[in-house]
């Protein structure tokens, strides 16, 4: 039990030749690599610039989710500067480590509502109809709590689970209040039969120990890395360059990789073989990075850095999204937020540490964001009402005009990296984070240098579209509205960053002023048609380059409207899919 994660080093590998080689060991390479590898003739390669990162404060599902303390493996970075917000960079951040983001993430297990994989195929993406991909989400999913629901699975590798008893009074007096807005509680999530307005309690990827259950554990454990002896699992290693060259037939194919230690000493570049298929699944910011230090992508900025043009491919790194998110902050209770029970009341922190480590219970063992609110804001009325008119066509999840847009999280932390003075010593802090969940607004990623351990710039592009402001002022009111429902109750509320008023003017002010990432960056190599800048075709095959694919977030024609690793791992099992019936 105390033996080490059974990985390889870059110079062990250099001259290899493998089947496939997967570049990036993050939320959709390790499904990848796990499904590749299931098939013992088939040897795998699978290359990670992280660590394997499997501390005991790696699994506990609410420390981990803290990606802003400084030993957090995770990439940090400021995005460009934005017209939209005024000139202002947001912090970026993406997980550094065997299992990506979901080794950092918020946990949160979420589809989307079935209408979003409807109106991908209506938009001619065939094949990517909610019937065709929720067998996929239910390949690899293991619900411990919905095992009896025809949309789940219990057999799965990836273990999700209802959250456990509401610790906060808060959270509990925002999803009483929702009703006097018609708002209705919804008991199961992920369920597409349930209305398109909904508050509902969340699923979260932590298993039965009350441990995170990240993407390297459930589809890469350590007993099934060590007894898979086509599979090979390098860490510490970056991948430089895409080795892409005029095949036999007169057609670009992919060959292998060129790659080198990610170490400060590591200059000397290495290659592999792939005699069959490349995949990229390094993330939106990375794989239209990698593609552009390769030659593919628009003409003109390969040309600015003197990269040799093999393929003009002008959508690789644009329509780059992330959603937009703005968070309303309320003074509570020390007893009724995570950092007063952590760090304001030292016995309650020991009494929750020892329930945890004896346990595996409590609050350590939970995620933050355990309710919100989804919903299509063109149905809530001028008083933040969903009307009692409203029909049963206009709450069906399946149709493709009814995916909601905004997103109300009751968060009963400080979300931003604000600091303020009293905070876990005379009150903690509860926040309404206000999202749009379609933004119409993108931005794009582009090489700063030719150098792949350089970050590239990324530009969000919030607000880019004036359409997005409409969304979000609802939003905005809607939570504004919810906190003095909650008022009301005699609840102790006090206000600590909200707009003065609801004017159009100060949400837009004070919007422009809070906007921070959602963290969930998309798109930015799109599975549409070339003509209309995509990247990839409907079996993620980038065009124009043979035995090249990508699978992970950077191909969703439109960011999710929901968290995305789930819809990122289906896109992982339907990429494996399409590999071995192209075998």
């Known amino acids: 039990m105390f033996s080490h994660y059974p990985t390889t080093s870059a110079a062990a590998?250099?001259?290899?030749?493998?089947?496939?080689i997967i570049v990036g060991g993050g939320t959709a390479g390790c499904v990848l690599a796990?499904?590749?590898s299931e098939d013992p003739d088939q040897t795998v390669l699978l290359i990670e610039r992280g660590p394997v990162v499997n501390s005991w404060i790696s699994r506990v599902p609410l420390i981990s989710?803290?990606?802003?303390?400084?030993?957090?493996?995770?990439?940090?970075?400021?995005?460009?500067?934005?017209?939209?917000?005024?000139?202002?960079?947001?912090?970026?951040?993406?997980?550094?480590?065997?299992?990506?983001?979901?080794?950092?993430?918020?946990?949160?297990?979420?589809?989307?509502?079935?209408?979003?994989y409807n109106a991908w195929q209506q938009a001619g993406r065939k094949n990517w109809s909610w019937q065709d991909v929720q067998p996929f989400f239910r390949k690899s999913e293991h619900s411990l709590s919905h095992g009896q629901d025809n949309d789940r699975n219990t057999t799965g590798p990836w273990v999700n689970r209802h959250v456990q008893k509401e610790q906060f009074k808060i959270v509990q007096?925002?999803?009483?209040?929702?009703?006097?807005?018609?708002i209705p509680c919804v008991s199961t999530a992920n369920d597409s039969s349930s209305p398109t307005v909904a508050c509902t309690p969340q699923d979260a990827t932590i298993d039965s120990n009350g441990h995170r259950c990240s993407t390297e554990e459930a589809f890469l454990p350590k007993s099934l890395v060590s007894i898979r002896k086509n599979l090979t699992i390098c860490t510490g290693a970056i991948?430089?360059?895409?080795?892409?060259?005029?095949?036999?037939?007169?057609?670009?194919?992919?060959?292998?990789?060129?790659?080198?230690?990610?170490?400060?000493?590591?200059?000397?570049?290495?290659?592999a073989s792939a005699t069959r298929e490349a995949i990229l699944c390094a993330g939106a910011i990375v794989s239209p990075q990698l593609l552009l230090l390769s030659g593919i992508g628009p003409k003109e900025h390969l040309e600015q850095f003197h990269i040799p043009v093999l393929k003009e491919l002008p959508g690789v790194g644009q329509h780059l999204q992330d959603h937009i998110s703005v968070p309303l902050l309320y003074k509570v209770p020390l007893e009724d937020a995570v950092e007063g029970v952590l760090m304001g009341s030292p016995l309650r922190a020991v009494a929750e540490f020892l329930k945890y480590a004896v346990f595996g219970k409590g609050l350590l063992s939970q995620q933050v964001q355990q309710y919100n609110i989804t919903l299509p804001s063109t149905l809530l009325d001028e008083n933040s009402r969903i009307p009692p008119e409203t029909s049963e066509a206009q709450l069906n999840a399946h149709d493709p005009r009814n995916i909601p847009d905004i997103e109300v999280m009751f968060l009963p932390v400080n979300p931003t990296s604000r600091t303020f003075k009293g905070l876990a010593t005379s009150f903690g802090i509860f926040s309404y984070l206000c999202t749009v969940l379609r933004p119409q607004s993108h931005g794009s990623v582009r090489l700063s240098s030719t150098n792949p351990r350089d970050r590239p710039l990324c530009d969000l592009g919030m607000?880019?579209?004036s359409a997005d402001r409409l969304p979000l002022r609802k939003a905005l009111k809607l939570a504004l509205e919810l906190a003095q429902e909650v008022r009301k109750t005699g609840?102790?509320?006090?206000?600590?960053?909200?707009?003065?008023?609801?004017?159009?003017?100060?949400?837009?002010?004070f919007s422009n002023e809070n906007v921070m990432s959602t963290f969930h960056y998309s798109s930015s190599c799109r599975m549409d048609t070339e003509e209309n800048l995509g990247v990839v075709d409907d079996e993620l095959r980038v065009y124009g380059v043979d035995g090249l694919r990508v699978a992970d977030a950077s191909i969703f024609p439109q960011v999710p409207a929901c968290?995305?690793?789930?819809?990122?791992?289906?896109?992982?099992?339907?990429?494996?899919?399409?590999?071995?019936?192209?075998?």
């Open 13 to 20: 590998i250099n001259s290899s030749s493998y089947h496939y």
């Open 34 to 36: 796990s499904r590749l």
């Open 65 to 116: 989710s803290n990606f802003q303390d400084q030993k957090a493996p995770v990439y940090k970075w400021n995005s460009t500067p934005m017209q939209g917000i005024g000139g202002k960079s947001l912090n970026l951040a993406a997980g550094k480590a065997l299992g990506g983001t979901t080794k950092v993430n918020g946990l949160i297990y979420s589809r989307s509502t079935p209408g979003e």
């Open 173 to 182: 007096r925002n999803i009483d209040m929702s009703a006097n807005f018609n």
């Open 239 to 271: 991948v430089t360059s895409l080795d892409i060259r005029q095949a036999e037939n007169g057609r670009l194919r992919v060959f292998g990789v060129n790659f080198c230690s990610d170490s400060a000493s590591g200059d000397h570049t290495y290659a």
């Open 463 to 465: 607000f880019n579209d």
């Open 491 to 509: 609840y102790p509320l006090e206000d600590l960053s909200v707009p003065e008023d609801t004017t159009d003017e100060t949400l837009d002010e």
């Open 563 to 583: 968290h995305i690793q789930a819809p990122v791992v289906m896109v992982a099992e339907r990429c494996a899919d399409f590999i071995r019936a192209s075998r």
